[in-house]
């Protein structure tokens, strides 16, 4: 974070905002914005919240398990592991530039990270808690409600707080001065041959027509599968779950590109082990387009220039429990011994 | 890291540790003394590799599951959650300041942390990993290779590295600067009168017969149910099972009390879920001492004085698998569908 600042302060000073809106404002990807505004007691607070297993029923599951900021913001399994081991439906996106998004989740249904983060504590296949237990849970930790009550100014720890204050610091989750995002501001020689051959095709053949802007992605919802179907039998309907309408079947939040190279398996049920699968696929099924060995190689080593520089932070303590805390349930309680047969 | 080499640094450099060493002599509790000798090259990587669930069957489960460094080294659930959501058989013992343990896990069959490290990566009911396969997985990520050969000069990763860079790190988790470390120094005013009464009952009453020097335990194993039996139905058989010996029936390493306020629940089979009720048990079934409320409360408060400094380094960021990388295995893989039924 504070690296993130000085790097800010930095740009701002040299004028390498201004430069860099002058020598991008014809490309169809710009450079990562910092955030402007940011509340740094909600962040600190929102961190140790994004790391607490206490949000969940069984006390093993936070934020970060699923969004691993080790692991580029996700957990790199096709899908998600949720409480009691239970497989998740979909492949879980990445935390890292997501205050980029237009919507959260892969069918746009929480307008905000905001209205995002309520939705795993209280998902039963996920965190599998109630929003009431969970806050129960803080109300009984004495250094969470004083740190609160520090940042909201307020007696009583409200859900709202709690994903206001997770949102805050997911927005300072942003990964400026990519090798792409260098040469967007004049680095010349910041790409290789290859990785601007890369680009030239990423723009040529289509794919910035949906992956363009901040993050490369994240600012639309598409068909999965426009030219040929995605796969026969994809049960998901995507956006059509929220919207109703047909013509939302099989749309979803085109991802971000940013970290691509951290955030596989790719598309929503996480289907595509590599890059090179996953350019090959979407050439072919978005665009008819079949990219050659070649090409899909300078695609792949352009995607890679657009990994950032990842959060650097502290890890998080969190506050202890006290003795009246309740204790999370990580197993079923025991069933009582059966009584002894009558003789 | 950082901050605690600082403070070993000024420690030294005003004679602190000489005044310790006169001061605590007549003590049965020592301050931690910092690791004398650690290889950073190790510690960087053995961090990677402790926060990597890469090492488990699942991607999912990592050394830092079980031993949370946000959670004062544990998970704070009785008994830990293994690959397929598996019920561990006993409480995961917290990790930080356990370099100081004569061995390691509550029955001792681990000499020292290396050896310690290989065992959850292999047990089925924990990472459900095997070595071989672990090393492969590593072995497929150029960063991880390159940092191997620079920190141990080899070509081929092999899991002696691989538990010793984790053990390496591991040395670095030591919480120096607790209040009752202060108090040992000599900042008279660093306890209450009433910690200070706990601490007059913890020797007096015989708990420094177990948890003494620097760990304020973790160096004997002694008899869970001295004077009265710990539970009549526990099936544990503690340091028999390494030793097969009669007299280590129910012998356990008896637990650090170093940031005790942190490791809840408390016991070997994590059945004591506030350190009150692990007081007044210990009270009874080790010494046959009944605590009154008040000097119960006075033990936990002495108690809560021995929570030092956690560990604060930057959360590792991981290198990220590459197309050759062998993808885990979280979920068992789908049965083919069953052929329909002739007619």
Known sequence: MKRFLTLLAASLLSGAASIAVAQTADEPIQIIQPPKSINLGM?????????????????????????????????NIPTSIGDQWQQGPINAPTVLNSS??????????????????????????????????????????????REFKQVFGKDKVDIDQVTAAIAEFEKTLVTPNSRFDQWLLGKKDALTADEQKGYALFKDTGCVACHNGEAVGGNSFQKMGVVEAFKKDDPATGRFAVTGKDAD???????????????YPYFHDGSANTLTEAVRTMGRIQLGKDFTADETRQVVAFLKTLTGDMPQFTMPVLPPSSDATPRPQPFPPKAAPAPAPKK
């Open 100 to 145: 980029l998004n237009v919507a959260q989740f892969w069918d746009g249904r929480a307008g905000d990270l905001k209205a995002q983060a309520g939705g795993p504590i209280a998902n039963p296949g996920e965190m599998a808690f109630t929003h009431t237990l969970a806050l129960g849970v803080l109300e009984s930790i004495p250094a969470y409600v």
């Open 249 to 263: 079947r099989f749309n979803y939040k085109v991802p971000t590109l940013r970290n691509v190279e951290y955030t």
């Open 43 to 75: 962040v600190e607070l929102g961190k140790k919240l994004y790391f607490d297993p206490r949000l969940s029923k069984s006390g093993f599951i936070s934020c970060n398990s699923c969004h691993n900021l080790s692991m580029g913001g996700t957990d």
